[in-house]
C-alpha cells in the first residue's frame, strides 16, 4: 500500500488492515486516546500556567482600559487561532467588546509585504504602522521560534507595546526573549495537541480580562 499524509496520524490505516470492524475499532480508539491526551495537556498547563495566566490578564486589563488594542498574528495553524483570538475579544459571546485586530486577515497586504520587503516583516510592518504605545501584541507559535513573529515582538517593545507569547515544545526562542513580556508555553511536542491547548489558554486569559473589566464596573 502507498504511503499516505496521513501516517503519522493514524499509521493503522496505511497497514495492510482489510476488516472494516477492526479498522473502525481502531480509528475510535485512536481518537478516544487523542481526546484524553488532548484533555490532560489542557488541565496540567492550565494548572501549571494560573499565576502566569493571571498576571497576563490583568495586564492585558489595564492596557484596554486606558484605550489599548489587540494585535494577534501568527502563521499557517497559529494564522487561524490569531483570527480566532481577535473575534474573541472583538465579538464575545458575553461579556464587554474589545478592540483587536487580527494581522493576518488581509492576504493583499500580507502578501504585498511579503513580495516587497520579506516575509519575515509582514507582522513587523502592520505594527509600525497601525500600533500605538499602550497596545497589545499577541503572538502565537507552535515552535516558539517562527522568526517573523519574533521580529514582531521586538517591534512591539520597541513601541511600548504589552507582548504576550503563546508557545509550544520548550518555548524555544519565544521563552527566552527579552521581548516577550508574558509567555505561556505549551509543554508538547504535537502540534495538534499545542494548538488545542492554546486555545484553551486564550479562553482564560479572555475571561479574566472580562472578569476584571466586571470588578472594576461595580
Not at 498576571?55 to 484605550?67: D, V
Not at 507559535?141 to 517562527?146: C, D
Not at 512591539?156 to 526562542?173: E, K, V, W
Request: proline letters at 3%.
Amino acid at each position: 500500500m502507498s504511503s499516505e499524509p496521513t501516517a503519522f496520524l493514524y499509521p493503522f490505516i496505511d497497514a495492510d488492515e482489510r476488516h472494516s470492524a477492526t479498522l473502525l475499532t481502531d480509528l475510535a480508539a485512536s481518537a478516544r486516546s487523542k481526546i484524553a491526551e488532548s484533555h490532560d495537556l489542557r488541565a496540567m498547563t492550565l494548572q501549571q500556567s494560573a499565576g502566569d495566566l493571571r498576571r497576563a490578564g490583568e495586564a492585558m486589563t489595564e492596557r484596554f482600559r486606558r484605550g489599548g488594542r489587540l494585535f494577534t498574528f501568527g502563521n499557517g495553524g497559529s494564522a487561524t487561532d490569531a483570527e480566532a483570538t481577535a473575534v474573541l475579544f472583538r465579538r464575545p459571546p458575553h461579556g464587554r467588546s474589545l478592540p483587536a485586530v487580527s494581522l493576518v486577515d488581509d492576504g493583499a497586504i500580507l502578501t504585498a509585504l511579503a513580495n516587497d520587503v520579506g516575509y519575515e516583516l509582514v507582522f513587523t510592518r502592520q505594527l509600525i504602522a497601525h500600533a500605538r504605545p499602550g497596545d497589545i501584541a499577541m503572538g502565537f507559535s507552535t515552535s516558539g521560534g517562527s522568526v517573523n513573529v519574533l521580529r514582531a515582538f521586538e517591534e512591539s517593545t520597541r513601541r511600548n507595546l504589552l507582548t504576550l507569547g503563546l508557545a509550544g515544545y520548550d518555548g524555544g526562542a519565544m521563552a527566552t526573549s527579552v521581548a516577550v513580556d508574558h509567555c505561556l508555553v505549551v509543554p508538547s511536542d504535537s502540534i495538534h495537541r499545542i494548538q488545542e491547548t492554546q486555545q484553551a489558554l486564550v479562553l482564560e486569559l479572555w475571561s479574566i480580562v472580562q472578569r476584571c473589566l466586571g470588578e472594576a464596573a461595580d
